[in-house]
């Protein structure tokens, strides 16, 4: 007679579809066909209320297999609710129709959730996923009449190795574990966090920290986003996450594309004019042109420390980093930027130091950079790398930016060395291998760059000595119209045999745009484009302008005393043809 007050009812629900679908127009949206369901239910009333004693329900259709059991203590009141889901399905990529959006192809995923709440105030949730044999879980205590609004996860994320998340991430991760996550993510309006921040791998490996960042209120009359945030590493090995060098390409296999494209002689007269030219248009050009620097950073208010006890690096064993940034009312400086390091089985100890400054609260952006590395260990290479960079520039864009740059770059090397492997991938015509030998010393090595109004000179300022060749040469880069131009000139060393495979080029040029630069030994007329090296290189491969040349060598080696005293082109001249009388 009193709804509201019942007693003695129980009533008993079944309900039986081939796809829950047919509900769409009860429900109001489109609901998707997930094969067949069955549910059933069972309310029982008590003198003040209802209750939910269960509810069961399954989905025993494909790509999505699924259970519901759960039970409410008062309906009236929706209090006591107590609920657990799980979820399976052969692989994620089965559910990209369901979710709109292409899924990787995974293994077997299987999902639980379980829900627990007094109220709805006040409820208590944990999802655990498995995919092979990786394990996430995630818990938090939220509102659910505001769980839209505020959101706070305890994340834990535990593997055997990385490559379980193989087919997860689409990619091939390195072979290193085991792996052990947690964090606490919070999601408030306008407000997000990740706090507590604890990784480890393989056990010894470990890095923590936070980060917090405030978004603009449009309320208001704010405009800043703020981030702050800390990570301190007191051990971790970076080795197995660098960017593989690419395979090695057979030559041998004519039919096999190997990336080589035939390019038409280049007179002299013509690489100065290609060098002159602006590029046909904007898609030509890497720089931005767009003036964003000032206006960009004026959005943000930045503090960021990174701090590492050790971090290794192939070869290269780093202590005692410290990295600061910040960015405050335009001015944005990273310092200090401190390190030392270690080689590898060897006594050479050496040291970084630096700072980075964008000035933008003035008319015109203006950047002063200055770094020093001494002898630092390189983590490809080996040997000892010594590095000054001391760079001021002015602009509104990227481009602006670097086409006005004045300064001076000075890097040297010694006692590196390039693997056999380095010739068929990158290094055709500059490098040889005696036969039974797969490595070859850089002995000493030195590059001198000097740069005005963003045209980096570096004519006959590159010289090396290796263990059967040694190399001069030098060009020019114009940050202004981002083409580039260099010859190096590899020689065979008197009274060391030079193997059949590893003939040198009588000169090797360097050419193009920044873009698209070009590799041209004039001993076959072919050019390499390696842009697709670019990854290895940025990550302490090898580039040619750059890190294989190195420092104060060891000064009883016929070149490297040349390169130090500064008559290492004097044989070039010398040896040139005199013109007939």
């Known amino acids: 007679k009193n709804v509201l007050k019942p007693e003695g009812v129980t009533a008993n629900v079944l309900l039986n579809s081939d796809s829950i679908a047919v509900f769409s127009k009860y429900a109001g949206t489109e609901l998707p066909d997930l094969g067949p369901m069955e549910a059933n239910a069972s309310i029982v009333s008590t003198a003040e209320s209802y209750s939910l004693e269960s509810l069961q329900a399954t989905l025993t259709g494909e790509p999505l297999k699924a259970s519901v ?48 709440a007094e109220s ?32 706070a996860l305890d994340i834990s994320i535990q593997a055997e190795n990385l490559t379980d998340f193989n087919k997860l991430a689409q990619q091939e991760l390195p072979d290193n574990g085991p792996l052990a996550l947690t964090a606490s993510v919070k999601a408030e309006p306008r407000h997000y966090s990740l706090d507590n921040l604890n990784l480890t791998i393989a056990d010894d490996q470990s890095v923590t920290g936070n980060l917090r960042m405030v978004q603009p209120d449009p309320d208001a009359d704010q405009e800043i986003t703020s981030v702050q945030g800390r990570i301190d590493i007191p051990y971790l090995d970076l080795t197995p996450f660098l960017p593989k060098p690419p395979p090695e390409e ?57 701090n590492a006890d050790r971090l290794d690096i192939e070869k290269a064993k780093m202590r005692d980093i410290e990295l600061a940034v910040t960015l405050h009312n335009g001015l944005l400086s990273v310092s200090p930027i401190q390190a030392s390091g270690a080689l590898e089985n060897s006594d ?63 890097l040297s090397m010694t006692d590196g060395e390039i693997d056999k492997s380095f010739v068929s991938r990158f290094g055709k015509g500059l490098l040889s291998f005696s036969d039974d030998s797969e490595k070859t010393a850089i002995e000493c090595a030195i590059l001198r760059i000097d740069i005005e109004d963003g045209v980096a000179n570096f ?41 059949v495979g590893g003939s040198l080029a009588g000169l090797v040029k360097l050419s193009g745009t920044l873009k698209n630069p070009t590799i041209a030994p004039d001993y076959s007329d072919m050019a390499v484009k390696y842009g697709k090296y670019s990854a290895y ?10 890190e294989i040349v190195a ?27 005199k013109p007939a009388r």
Not at 283 to 295: F, H, K, Q, V, W
Not at 353 to 370: I, K, Q, S
Not at 537 to 546: D, Q, Y
Request: proline residues 4%; contains cysteine.
């Open 69 to 116: 059991n759960a039970s409410v203590r008062d309906l009236i009141k929706v209090a006591g609710i107590q609920a657990e889901v799980t979820a399976d399905t052969t692989t994620l990529a089965a559910l990209s129709e369901l979710a709109q959006t292409e899924l990787p192809d995974t293994d077997p995923v299987n999902v639980l959730a379980t829900l627990a």
């Open 120 to 151: 709805l105030e006040q409820a208590e949730v944990t999802v655990k996923a498995s995919t092979g044999a990786a394990n996430i879980a995630a818990s938090s205590t939220l509102s659910l009449l505001e769980i839209t609004k505020d959101l």
């Open 250 to 306: 057979d030559d041998a296999n004519p039919e096999e594309d190997t990336g080589v494209e035939e390019v038409v002689e280049t007179s002299e007269e013509e690489l100065e004019e290609e060098l002159s030219k602006e590029p046909l248009d904007e898609s030509e050009r890497l720089l931005s042109r767009e003036p964003i620097i000032g206006d960009q950073l004026h959005k943000y208010e930045i503090d960021v420390v990174l």
């Open 348 to 410: 050479l100890q050496g040291g970084l130091n630096g700072y980075f400054l964008l000035e933008t609260d003035r008319v015109t952006p203006a950047m002063n950079t200055e770094i020093t590395l001494t002898q630092f260990p390189m983590p490809n290479l080996g040997g000892a790398l010594d590095l000054h960079v001391d760079i001021t520039g002015k602009g509104d864009s990227v481009a602006d930016l670097l086409a006005s740059m004045n300064g001076q770059v000075l």
């Open 459 to 499: 004519e006959k300022k590159l010289a090396a000595q290796l263990t059967e060749v040694t190399w001069h040469g030098g060009g020019t880069v114009d940050f202004n119209t981002e083409r580039l131009k260099a010859d190096i000139a590899p020689k065979p060393r008197k009274g060391v045999p030079i193997s």
């Open 537 to 546: 290189v940025a990550t302490g491969g090898m580039s040619l302008l750059a």
């Open 551 to 577: 420092k104060k060598m060891g000064s009883n080696q016929s070149v490297c005393e040349k390169i130090l005293d500064g008559t290492v082109f004097s044989e070039d001249e010398a040896e040139k043809p």
